[in-house]
C-alpha cells in the first residue's frame, strides 16, 4: 500500500514535519508584529526587488516566491489598508500595479527579517555550514525539476 515501510521511511512525511515546524515557529514569531507569514513574504520580495532596483509587481512576486496570485492580491489588500505597501499603475501597463514598501512598511519588514532569519538560523543552522549549504542546494535542484 505505502512504499514506505513506516512514516519515519516517508520522505514527504518528514518534509511536512518540518515544514510545519518552521512555519508554526514563524507564524507565531510574526503574530505580536501584526503580520501572517505570507504577509512577510510579500513585503520581503517587495524590499528584496527594491534593493535590486527591479519594478516589484504582483506577478513578480508570484514568479519568485510560488504564491498564487489570488493569495498575494488578497494579502496585498490587507497590507495597501496597513498603509505597508503603496500600489501604483504601472506607467507601462494600465492593468499592472507597481508595488513600494511605505516608511512604516519598511521598517516592519526589516523587523521582520530579523525574526525569520533568527528561526531559520535555529532550524537549518543546527545542520552545520556544510550541510546547510548541502540542503539549500537540493531544494534548489528539486525546484529546478518543477514543471
Not at 515544514?19 to 517587495?46: D, R, S
Not at 499592472?96 to 514598501?101: A, E, G, T
Request: hydrophobic share 40%.
Amino acid at each position: 500500500m505505502f512504499k514506505a515501510d513506516n512514516p519515519t521511511a516517508s520522505i514527504g512525511l518528514q518534509f511536512w514535519n518540518l515544514y510545519t515546524k518552521w512555519n508554526y515557529e514563524i507564524t507565531l514569531n510574526l503574530k505580536p508584529l501584526g503580520l501572517t507569514h505570507t504577509q512577510f513574504v510579500i513585503l520581503a520580495t517587495t524590499l528584496w526587488c527594491e534593493k535590486e532596483q527591479t519594478s516589484p509587481s504582483q506577478t513578480k512576486i508570484s514568479a519568485l516566491t510560488s504564491l498564487d496570485k489570488m493569495t498575494i492580491s488578497k494579502a496585498l489588500k490587507n497590507l495597501v489598508e496597513k498603509n505597508l505597501v503603496v500600489k501604483n499603475k504601472a506607467p507601462n501597463d494600465s492593468r499592472s500595479f507597481v508595488l513600494n514598501l511605505s516608511e512604516t512598511g519598511q521598517s516592519l519588514t526589516l523587523q521582520a527579517i530579523s525574526v525569520v532569519e533568527e528561526i531559520d538560523d535555529k532550524i537549518f543552522g543546527s545542520l552545520g555550514s556544510a550541510k546547510k549549504d548541502k540542503f539549500l542546494s537540493l531544494i534548489l535542484e528539486l525546484k529546478s525539476l518543477e514543471t
